[in-house]
């Protein structure tokens, strides 16, 4: 089946620094990312939509000037946390939909900011 | 609006005994209805989907799911669990103008004991 990785699986970094997170799909193109947000032993919650070639559609409540998103080209979608904080501490998972409307999940990135 | 609710936080069943989530749903038109599991820092893994058809859907590692429209659920079954199905599952839900945005459930550990 198709494949979806994130990169990194998993990062610390400063409260202030910024963290670029990627998400391919590696055997096939996607016109369409998402990202979700998952708390420990809670649900996930969709963050936003990353479109190839345009900008990204944010859900409510969700900064984007601190979640940057870029879906640069078919296989790629980055999310930048800018000026993390420890609250943005959580593990943060991708989705990525091929030609034929399948969704596949990438594997996560934990973030820890201290 | 969307909305998923899973009215179990957790579901004990010893190994051989049949396993069920349950799972409502509320959305307007018609739903797109699915089912994950996740294992522990891991990304999600797709077990079946309910699109159009017949009510009763078969899925990956012997689960299947029953689509009942009257009483808006989605609940997961498996009639002989294993040990290995301890997990986190979730029941989610998309509606047909939002191919992809999944909202998801709260999610349901299942624990099975040998």
């Known amino acids: 089946g198709a494949v979806v990785s994130q990169h990194p699986s998993w990062v610390i970094c400063k409260s202030g620094t910024s963290v670029k997170i990627e998400c391919r799909s590696l055997?096939?193109?996607?016109?369409?990312m998402f990202w979700y947000r998952q708390f420990p032993k809670q649900s996930l919650m969709l963050m936003a939509t990353?479109?190839?070639?345009?900008?990204?559609?944010?859900e409510q409540g969700v900064e984007k000037d601190k979640f940057l998103i870029n879906h640069a080209s078919l296989t790629l979608s980055t999310l930048t946390v800018t000026s993390a904080h420890p609250e943005d501490s959580s593990f943060y998972i991708c989705s990525a939909i091929d030609s034929s409307y399948e969704q596949y999940f990438g594997p996560g990135t934990r973030l820890t900011v201290t | 609006a969307q909305s998923v609710a899973q009215p179990e936080d957790q579901v004990n069943v010893a190994e051989g005994n049949p396993l069920t989530v349950k799972c409502t749903y509320s959305?307007?038109?018609?739903?797109?209805l699915f089912w994950y599991v996740q294992y522990p820092n891991r990304g999600l893994q797709f077990l079946l989907k309910y699109i159009t058809g017949d009510n009763l859907v078969k899925g990956s590692y012997g689960f299947e799911a029953e689509f009942n429209k009257s009483q808006t659920s989605f609940h997961l079954k498996k009639p002989s669990a294993l040990v290995s199905d301890s997990a986190l599952y979730f029941c989610?839900?998309?509606?047909?103008?939002?191919?992809?945005?999944?909202?998801f459930g709260a999610g349901t550990q299942v624990v099975v004991t040998p």
């Open positions: 959305v307007s038109g018609n739903p797109y």
């Open positions: 990353s479109n190839e070639g345009s900008k990204a559609t944010y």
């Open positions: 055997d096939f193109q996607a016109t369409t």
């Open positions: 989610a839900v998309s509606a047909t103008d939002s191919w992809g945005k999944l909202q």
